[in-house]
């Protein structure tokens, strides 16, 4: 009889332990911006639109051609009413997205697009554009097969129209090796006809030429921009927020 309890108590304690994670993930459901609105969840916000995903993503990102939604083995896009545009399998698991230029994924153990398919190159970031695939390796910067230019780079945008190199405190432009500083402490970039960084004190405005044009404080996690969506931010408590090119408040 002893026994018996004791086996039904840990039945019982097993069976609450399990069911406590879900309890905590739809209580805290991650938040991800992205140019143009964020996921809550699997919740979009897209303009005036809400629509769900079959599951919260691991990443995502957004340009004209719509919302690129990154999961372990798929790549999907949505149009701005929700409408599914694309559904990709990936041939392995997928680590993040960049949507602009042109969409590109980063998996494990290389680069996927939509025309090339996969690339067993070992990138840490990529920027797809008209002209070649860029990546970085954290060694140099590369454009396809070809090594650019040699540097601890960890972040490929492109501003301007031109491919831009970062390092921890200066950035590079391709083909020029034009070098602009950049404050060390960056931790998220991104761009559209500026650059745009986070640091610790809050979002830093550089122009295409690393001039400081502007500056928005707080304590912030994410970073997202467009040319025509503006600037999105996740504070350190969860809010999103919404700002103009000229970091004025748009909300």
Aim: with cysteine; hydrophobic share 45%; net charge negative.
């Amino acid at each position: 009889m002893r026994v018996s309890v004791r086996l039904a108590l840990i039945v019982l304690l097993a069976a609450l332990g399990a069911c406590a994670p879900a309890t905590v993930e739809e209580a805290s459901a991650p938040v991800r911006v992205f140019p143009g609105g964020w996921i809550e969840g699997r919740w979009v916000h897209l303009g005036e639109e809400v629509f769900a995903l079959p599951a919260p993503p691991l990443d995502a990102d957004a340009s004209t051609s719509g919302l690129d939604v990154l999961y372990p083995y798929v790549w999907q896009r949505y149009g701005a009413d929700g409408e599914p545009l694309l559904r990709l399998d990936l041939p392995a698991r997928g680590r993040w997205i960049h949507a602009r230029p042109l969409p590109v994924v980063g998996v494990e153990g290389g680069l996927y697009t939509e025309a090339g398919g996969l690339r067993g190159y070992p990138a840490t970031d990529a920027a797809l554009t008209e002209d070649g695939l860029y990546w970085t390796d954290g060694e140099a910067l590369w454009r396809e097969r070809e090594r650019l230019l040699d540097g601890a780079f960890e972040r490929v945008l492109v501003v301007s129209d031109r491919v831009l190199a970062l390092e921890r405190d200066r950035g590079v432009y391709w083909p020029d090796e034009h070098a602009i500083e950049l404050p060390a402490n960056w931790f998220a970039a991104d761009a559209a006809t500026d650059l745009y960084l986070l640091t610790p004190a809050g979002v830093v405005w550089l122009d295409a030429e690393g001039y400081e044009l502007g500056t928005y404080p707080g304590r912030f996690e994410q970073l997202a921009v467009g040319a025509s969506a503006g600037v999105w931010l996740l504070d350190e408590d969860g809010n999103v927020r919404h700002l103009t090119l000229q970091l004025e408040e748009a909300w």
